[in-house]
């Protein structure tokens, strides 16, 4: 199996064969995270999106520019910030030279949504030696979307904070009733895609978190293309977590599959950290809507896989959440790790906040 050292990007390697312990996690969302934090008496939210005040303004992420938009006199540092969120393009897996070509452009619309357009008539795989993983095996090229928190190994970058939910924080400390909110919709024939939060974990507090062994990246994919699913020889359980569609709401009984690379035994992990993916069952998949996902229920859906198949016995008192992102992961149609194929695909992200002190009945942005 292909090894990957990245800025903290995904991995979809191919199966690692060896047998791996499955465990079924069923939660509820009165268990969540080993009754880590409390329930606020009045909820608190944290609205990301949308923005009227950046409404018209457009950025462009190039493979010259990958994470930072391109200006004329070359790249800026990061994206732009829109209050406590910032826009990150991350082109991380993107290369260049003579066989790329075209842009991942974000803009803001009248109503203050993001708009995701990526128009690649080529997008090869970053191999050189300057790249962040020159040798990735995977077909993801990119996750743009909005950041909030500490931006990994570039906290400098990173948005101002929000006192409602201060991270980094401790996976001890994180209330049990964390909730993310998003409305989004795709036009996404011609790509390889998945939809997805991002959230990454250090196993200290650090306010530079910088991606490295025991650091922990766990996704939560609510929509994706079949070209997207992991091999089941990656699969390490199911869960149970809430989630609801358009105001209808879902218990999430056994709808969730977990899989895992780079993790292994009391804590450890490959160089770079390891990943955990949480990813709706493709029955459940939401193609658009207004989705709201109880977040503390995967986080504590991660936390029990990774104490019972690996060892993780203090994973809650010795991690730290630093930051919780929503995009779009994408590549090229064909979804070969090292092909230069076309990528082409049309995201919308009406709005985005995080809750705390709701439930995924009443949460909303």
């Known amino acids: 199996m292909v090894q990957l050292r990245r800025r903290g990007k995904r991995q979809h390697h191919r199966a690692n064969r060896r047998s791996m312990m499955t465990v079924t996690i069923a939660l509820s969302t009165v268990a969540l995270l080993g009754a880590c934090g409390q329930v606020d008496a009045a909820s608190t939210k944290v609205s990301l999106l949308p923005n009227t005040g950046a409404k018209g303004k457009s950025w462009e992420w190039t493979a010259a ?59 090869p795989p970053c191999t050189t030696s300057a790249c962040i ?30 006192p409602q939910l201060p991270l980094p924080m401790s996976v001890a400390s994180i209330p049990s009733d964390l909730i993310g909110t998003t409305a989004y919709s795709s036009q996404a024939p011609n790509v390889t895609y998945d939809v997805a939060y991002d959230m990454w974990m250090s196993n200290s507090d650090t306010k530079t978190p910088c991606k490295g062994s025991g650091t922990v990246e766990v996704m939560v994919w609510t929509d994706y293309g079949a070209r997207a699913l992991l091999p089941d020889g990656m699969k390490v359980g199911t869960a149970t977590i809430p989630f609801s569609v358009n105001g209808a709401v879902h218990s999430g009984n056994q709808a969730w599959s977990l899989y895992a690379t780079n993790i292994y035994q009391a804590g450890a992990t490959a160089p770079w950290g390891g990943t955990l993916w949480i990813v709706l069952n493709p029955a459940d998949v939401i193609r658009q809507g207004t989705v709201t996902v109880d977040l503390s229920s995967a986080l504590a859906a991660a936390g029990a896989v990774l104490q019972k198949n690996y060892g993780w016995s203090a994973f809650k008192s010795d991690h730290w959440l630093d930051t919780i992102s929503f995009g779009m992961e994408f590549g090229p149609e064909n979804a070969d790790p090292y092909g230069s194929g076309s990528s082409y695909f049309l995201w919308k992200l009406s709005s985005d906040c995080l809750e705390v002190g709701a439930t995924v009945a009443k949460a909303g942005c």
């Open 133 to 162: 993983a020159s040798s990735a095996n995977t077909w993801v090229r990119g996750y743009p979307g909005v950041l909030y928190g500490l931006n990994q190994c570039h906290a400098e970058t990173s948005p101002p904070e929000s």
């Open 65 to 123: 520019c990958p994470f930072g938009p391109s200006n004329p006199s070359g790249c800026d540092p990061s994206g732009p910030n829109l209050g406590t969120s910032q826009l990150d393009g991350d082109e991380w897996n993107l290369g260049g030279g003579p066989a790329a070509g075209g842009s991942v452009t974000m803009s803001v619309d009248s109503s203050g949504g993001l708009m995701v357009d990526g128009s690649l008539a080529s997008a």
